[in-house]
């Protein structure tokens, strides 16, 4: 699932963010403009800019603004309950491909080679955005690659887009002289992906090292930030077999993260609860 993630510190970033810890669960999807204004003090966002983001967010059919008894609402669209999906979404397929990151690797590699006229070009740019949403890469021009069987998947996909005579499925193993690492480090950056999480976990760690010292407000930033930042690197992870990739910081970044985030997102809750009765 590829994940649109805006700006970390935008005030759309933040409404939705509301709305998708705090309120939709919950079978709410409207605030009034005077509760946005004070969530918003823990953003330390003034009364301008939150109303620019606001406007924005109108703009974009994420939220619409009506009234009820002269008082200003903003109630989330069906565009915008789609954000919030698209974000349960990702982490439902990342903890699907989990399961499949930690099983026995049969080290066959499985590929989609395509050739499209420019006729099919829409065809095309959908069947690569769906090829990475599975977590393929590209070994070259109109070749991607993975180390997992998605060909029911992928078949389904092309059969929709009735572009079957212009794709074709291989599976193949490398040469026994030819290892396997060279065609993982040539295709996606496994290093870099390692280094994001162990970034992360260290940011983790000092949240949670001083959460005791936090107050109510201070909990919000800090889980939008940190959770913008996981909900990325997991949306963009290939999710490679543990066998190609060795010791591996994902593991550790998510328990931290979820643990975290089960200890904050309580106090932040109560923190928005007493808001909304003012």
Not at 19 to 24: A, L, M, V
Not at 49 to 58: H, K, N, Y
Not at 102 to 122: E, G, T
Not at 215 to 221: K, R, S, V
Request: with cysteine.
């Amino acid at each position: 699932m590829k994940l649109t993630i805006r700006k970390k510190d935008s005030v759309t970033s933040i409404l939705l963010f509301i709305f998708n810890i705090y309120f939709f669960p919950k079978g709410h999807n409207s605030i009034r403009l005077k509760s946005v204004f004070k969530v918003f003090e823990a953003f330390e966002k003034n009364e301008t800019a939150i109303r620019m983001g606001l406007s924005r967010a109108v703009q974009n059919q994420l939220v619409s603004r009506t009234k009820d008894q002269g008082e200003v609402i903003y109630q989330l669209t069906e565009i915008g309950k789609s954000m919030i999906y698209n974000w349960w979404a990702t982490i439902k397929d990342y903890r699907a491909k989990l399961s499949l990151q930690k099983q026995p690797w049969d080290r066959v590699w499985h590929l989609v080679i395509f050739s499209f006229p420019n006729a099919k070009q829409n065809e095309r740019d959908e069947l690569t955005k769906f090829l990475q949403s599975l977590g393929y890469g590209i070994l070259n021009k109109g070749v991607w690659i993975s180390p997992y069987d998605f060909s029911k998947e992928i078949s389904q996909k092309v059969g929709s887009l009735q572009i079957s005579e212009y794709i074709h499925l291989l599976s193949a193993q490398p040469e026994k002289e030819q290892k396997s690492s060279s065609i993982e480090s040539s295709v996606w950056e496994i290093s870099l992906f390692r280094q994001r999480y162990e970034a992360l976990i260290i940011k983790i760690d000092l949240a949670q090292g001083k959460a005791e010292k936090l107050t109510a407000a201070q909990t919000l930033p800090i889980l939008h930030e940190l959770g913008l930042e996981f909900m990325k690197v997991i949306s963009e992870d290939p999710l490679l077999p543990l066998e190609i990739l060795g010791s591996w910081p994902a593991m550790d970044c998510v328990k931290k993260f979820m643990t975290l985030r089960e200890r904050l997102i309580p106090i932040g809750e109560a923190f928005i609860e007493e808001i909304l009765t003012q």
